[in-house]
């Protein structure tokens, strides 16, 4: 019996090898997710690292739950962004978890971080939102949700590194004004409506300044204990 | 005792009749849900994020934007209150039950070929769905035209009522595939050019035209030069109609949704009946070249820098000769989407990319990327009349201006 699940091993073995994942049919297209994610490539780069334009953002090593929420409120249009909506409007929901998977589990390395055009006042100012908040106004630490090290927590909440601050600035405008929402209770929208514009500007350019930690994946989930619940962050 | 048993046997007969009427009754709500597939009835009465059915779609239109109604059978604010009769009413003669008249938005001008029994089952259908309460939201119509009075010299001009007569000369399959593509499919509404007027004269039908407001061409159907299927083998029409993909080209933008919501529902027997018929009224001819209207010097500058992009950003997809990888990657040599005159279809397909629907045959489609961030309008330009004047392609073209005015169409 062991002999035979040995002789069975050693098929997979062969074949794993013979046909490496992603085996290319001639005349077709290889049959991998990288080659059928090729549309993202150009603004999210080959393995959704990010591109040069900074209202792009990084794919890459995202927990896949919050890229498959993103992937629905772009097809079904509630989240607005025409070129994403044109894209996503007919592709179904099993194969947009697909696209979540993949680009969750590639792990390109970080951007170095970026020297800070603002003032060390500032970037002091966003150093105190994003660990400690203010309590005085009800703003959480961000990291009180996106971790100690701003990885994200699996399944749905994401990390803030290798983001730039005009991606980040655009996405809390895009939560205080309303444009941008997810499901109720919808935890961000609450928390940008406290904030001011000089926080936002203080928060986006403290976040690029952060270096890669030695371990950049989300954490398991259930590894901290959110200060609230949250509608996209499934308990 | 033998009353008894006449009562025993009249229940049980009862009982039959009652079950035979269940079964006949689920046959036609399911032969209805099929046909509303057919008549694509959800893409425009289900908003994007909406309940289905109940309608609230914005609609723009060159006169102001239009609302669709609710269809489900609320009897508030649906068809809850409405008859068989009633529901004919609309599909055949677009009016309300009520005599007042419909918006040709709605596409009565191809639902009057719809028969009874149809439209009958259909009604079933949307009867069996929930109800919904949700008030039908005004249109909002620039002055004069929410007048709907106007809506008589429309009907005047470019409705003819009438359900579809079979041409006795032609074969059964090619009379359902007439009367799919004709009726319920209602495909002239995009596939015909439409006039100032927002309608098409029936000397016009299927011969393509530029689909208001969302700045896609429909290619014609009847034009070889366009999308006419005269030299499409059978299965490569059934293909792209079923999947959304074939060896000859792929569906992207409207026709996307056509194909996701609608024809990927349609068994094989009717799908090889609108191939058979759309095969047949292809008009035969050859392929003349059109004539530029760019200048000799200034269209050679494009095809070499055209080049130059192509071999860069194309050719590892769609080979060097535009053969492709089909089905997924398309061909781009002797590809009519390509050549035909008018080049918006290829210029949006550069700018902004685009995924073929995800369908029960093709659920994983590979996608396009978009080059709008990537490429100048020369360069845009460059390589769209490369793609249009290389391998054989006979088509013009396309200067900057053009690739540029289409940054700004709409997406969706």
Known sequence: ?235 | MRSAWLTLLLFLASTGTVAQAQDNRTVVVTRGEYLARAGDCIACHTAPDGQIFTGGRAMPTPFGTLYTSNITPDPETGIGRWSPDDFYKTMHSGRFPDGGLIYPAMPFGSYTKVTRADSDAIFAYLRSIPPVNQKNRPHDLRFPYGNRSLILGWRTLFFSEGEYKSDPSKSAEWNRGSYLVEGLGHCGMCHSPINALGGTPQSEAFKGGLIPMQNWYAPSLTSNREAGLGDWSIKDITDLLQTGVSARGVVYGPMAEVVHNSLQYLNDEDTKAMAVYLKSIAESGTRVPSSSALPTTESSLLTSLGKTVYDARCASCHGAQGEGKPPHWPPLANNQSIEMESAVNPIRMVLNGGYPPGTEGNPRPYGMPPFAGLLSDNEVAAVVTYIRTTWGNRGTPVSAREANELRSAPLN
């Open chain 1, 1 to 235: 019996m062991s002999l035979r699940i040995a002789i069975a091993g050693l098929g997979i073995g062969l074949s794993v090898q013979v046909f490496p994942v992603g085996a290319q049919t001639p005349g077709q297209p290889p049959d991998t997710m990288a080659a059928r994610v090729e549309a993202c490539t150009p603004c999210h780069g080959n393995q959704g690292e990010g591109t040069s334009d900074v209202y792009f953002p990084r794919l890459a090593g995202k927990p896949a739950g919050y890229l498959y929420n993103q992937l629905l409120a772009f097809e079904n249009g509630r989240r607005k962004y025409p070129p994403m909506n044109y894209l996503l409007e007919y592709l179904g929901d099993p194969y947009l978890q697909e696209m979540a998977d993949y680009f969750a589990s590639q792990h390109p390395p970080l951007p170095a971080p970026v020297p800070s055009d603002v003032s060390q006042d500032v970037l002091r100012h966003g150093e105190a939102l994003v660990t400690r908040g203010d309590a005085s106004r009800q703003i959480p630490a961000c990291a009180s949700c996106h971790g100690p090290t701003l990885t994200g927590m699996e399944p749905a909440i994401p990390g803030l590194l290798g983001l730039r601050p005009n991606y980040v600035s655009a996405q809390l405008g895009a939560w205080r004004y309303g444009t941008r929402t997810a499901k109720a209770p919808d935890c961000m929208q609450i928390v940008a409506g406290h904030l001011t514009e000089a926080d936002v500007t203080a928060v986006a350019a403290f976040l690029a300044t952060r270096p890669a930690p030695e371990n950049a994946a989300p954490v398991p989930k259930g590894t901290y204990i959110l200060p609230f619940f949250c509608g996209s962050q499934p308990n």
